[in-house]
């Protein structure tokens, strides 16, 4: 991917450098659909911001952009599904799932159909503003019956999505984030549905995370290593089903936990975490990063991630709060 | 499986699907009657004579499906699957009582006969259009039915999805709609009219026809040109009186009528004259 981008022409909402940048999600949707020709795609016209391009050029006649229709896109989908199809709907997190809610519960959930959701911008990875902030995404579609949600932690897993999306037998909810550069060699762990990935390991504290935060995690955790505290990180991109036994297996082992999500701290994964912990009698030093209870706005993710608490500094204050507690 | 009746045979069973109304209601004192009566001859010239299904295979995959998407209508739906032999009649008696899936709003733990659980209104017609683009990709000849309220086109997805059915040229879909004129707080235009409806629908790419929604010729009429038209979604506006066939209850606009024992015997009584 060396092509520098130097023609006049429509950019894209999310690539805003003069490179073009990896598909590997819009890649790996359009082999699976060569492979099974049951997969058909849906975007309500964001077509390069959700990698879906590569679809619509290469299967056309299984592409639909509905137009910007999110609740009908919903309700296709559950028809198509019915009619033993398997859509995947594309749009941005906060159109996909907080508009179209009861779209989702009644044609995709109820039914239990093998209707994919697909959303891109979680929380505060985007420069347009709270209108296109989903930050309470994961507390909403959490709470949903048969509906199981994943986040990857970087575009190396963002291949292996389509493979989970369609190994759940049933609605799945995708939170993706589209690359911003091209990342680094990096060989991914194998991802499992209800499995988190122990990406560091530690016995002072356990760090759990998923999608954006998870970089900065690792790198809180390295430089909690130069102060003496040994975390062990956990990416949790199966965030419904969650890994139950490794999360007490971690509260075991190091007696405290911090969270870190790109989402509210109110019902995404730290409430998830905390759900399992309480449930099983244990009490433990305990943390949660992630959005506090309130509105952001428009700036760069970066920006963004250090003026809302969601950057490295923030986890690693957290953890040596957990670790004061836990004494 | 596309049994053809005649003019005779339809009006009976209308008649039947009627006193299956009068019947359900009466036990709970209030429902759904007056929509049931009213839209007794939609239900028996689709279900009787236009679509083609077949009760032993609900889920044969080549069948035309019909979706009730207003479906709180379901004294007259579980009516006609009754009769058309989806289950046994003898389970109408069980009509929106505990533990019974005959629930006051349609759902399909029932079974796959519905297509799809459409209470919150404004989304059946989506689902029906996920189906018939499905259908073409596969080839298959099935026809999709969706039976609208006219209230519930005050939703706005209906109209994103009249849009998309309109600019695909979906010709495998008709959209009835049950134009009773009464929504929860009464007449229509007293709400928020539709009209003109048919503008409107014309506009948005649909062939539109308007029909006496009790009129079983011109049911069937409808239904036979909307299978004739090419490259174009039909819409039909099917004018129902609330309460037909009843003469006392004739034009009584209330969305849930109260309904007492010895109004339900008189109701009886009249649709039984018919038989």
């Given amino acids: 991917m060396n092509e520098t981008l130097t023609q006049l022409e429509a950019a894209d909402f999310i690539n805003r450098s003069f490179k073009p940048l990896p598909r590997a999600y819009g890649e790996a949707l359009v082999s699976a659909a060569k492979a099974d020709s049951r997969i058909v795609a849906l975007c309500a016209d964001l077509v390069p911001p959700t990698e879906t391009d590569l679809f619509r050029d290469e299967l056309p006649e299984r592409f639909h952009n509905v137009g910007i229709a999110e609740a009908n896109m919903i309700g296709l989908a559950g028809g198509m599904a019915r009619c033993g199809e398997i859509p995947f709907c594309h749009s941005f997190c906060a159109f996909i799932t907080k508009r179209v809610l009861d779209q989702i519960t009644m044609q995709a959930a109820y039914p239990n159909l093998p209707v994919k959701i697909v959303g891109y911008l979680p929380g505060v990875a985007t420069l347009l503003g709270v209108s296109h902030q989903a930050i309470e995404d994961v507390a909403i579609m959490r709470s949903v019956p048969n509906v199981a949600i994943f986040e990857p932690s970087g575009p190396e897993y963002h291949a292996t999505m389509v493979k989970l999306a369609l190994d759940w037998d049933g609605p799945v909810y995708l939170r993706m984030k589209r690359p911003e550069t091209t990342p680094d060699e990096f060989t991914p762990q194998s991802l499992e549905i209800g499995k988190g990935i122990i990406r560091r390991e530690g016995s002072d504290v356990t760090i759990i995370s998923a999608g954006l935060c998870l970089a900065e995690s690792l790198t809180a955790a390295d430089n909690l290593d130069n102060e003496g505290i040994e975390s062990r990180v956990i990416d949790m991109a199966s965030i419904k089903p969650i890994d139950q036994a490794l999360i007490l297996e971690s509260a075991a082992r190091t007696g405290a936990i911090v969270t870190a999500e790109n989402h509210s701290i109110i019902g995404g994964l730290g409430s998830a975490v905390a759900e399992i912990i309480v449930e099983e009698g244990i009490g433990l030093p305990f943390k949660r990063v992630g959005i506090k209870d309130q509105f952001c706005e428009g700036g760069t993710t970066s920006y963004l991630m250090k003026k809302f608490g969601l950057d490295a500094s923030a986890i690693a204050m957290a953890a040596h709060q957990v670790m004061e507690k836990k004494g | 499986m596309n049994v053809k009746h005649n003019l005779q045979e339809l009006t009976n069973i209308a008649t039947r699907l009627r006193l299956h109304v009068v019947d359900m209601v009466a036990p709970s004192g209030q429902g759904y009657v007056q929509q049931g009566l009213g839209a007794a001859d939609i239900f028996t010239t689709l279900y009787f004579a236009e679509a083609t299904m077949d009760p032993a295979n609900p889920f044969w995959p080549d069948r035309d499906r019909i979706f009730l998407t ?206």
């Avoid at chain 2, 134009?179 to 048919?198: A, C, H, K, R, T």
């Fill in chain 2, 70 to 275: 207003t479906a709180h209508n379901t004294a007259i739906f579980y009516a006609t699957l009754a009769e058309r032999g989806f289950f046994d009649v003898a389970d109408l008696a069980t009509y929106v009582t505990d533990g019974s899936p005959l629930e006051i709003n349609s759902s399909e733990r029932m079974g796959s006969f519905v297509e799809a659980t459409c209470g919150s209104l404004g989304q059946g017609l989506s689902v029906a259009i996920g189906c018939a683009l499905a259908a073409k990709r596969q080839g298959r000849a099935s026809r999709f039915y969706v039976i609208l309220g006219d209230g519930e086109m005050q939703e706005g997805q209906v109209w994103e999805a009249a849009m998309y059915a309109g600019t695909q040229g979906l010709d495998n879909l008709c959209i009835i709609v049950d134009y009773n004129f009464v929504q929860s707080e009464g007449p229509m235009d007293l709400v928020m009219s539709l009209e003109p409806i048919m503008d409107k629908m014309e506009s948005f790419g649909f062939v539109c026809q308007e029909v006496d929604g009790n009129d079983i010729e011109s049911l069937l009429a409808a239904y036979d040109m909307a299978r004739t038209t090419k490259n174009k979604p039909s819409f039909i506006k099917a004018n129902t009186l609330m309460g037909k066939g009843v003469a006392s209850l004739e034009g009584l606009m209330f969305h849930q009528l109260r309904f007492p024992p010895e109004v339900a015997a008189s109701a009886r009584a009249e649709l039984e004259m018919q038989l």
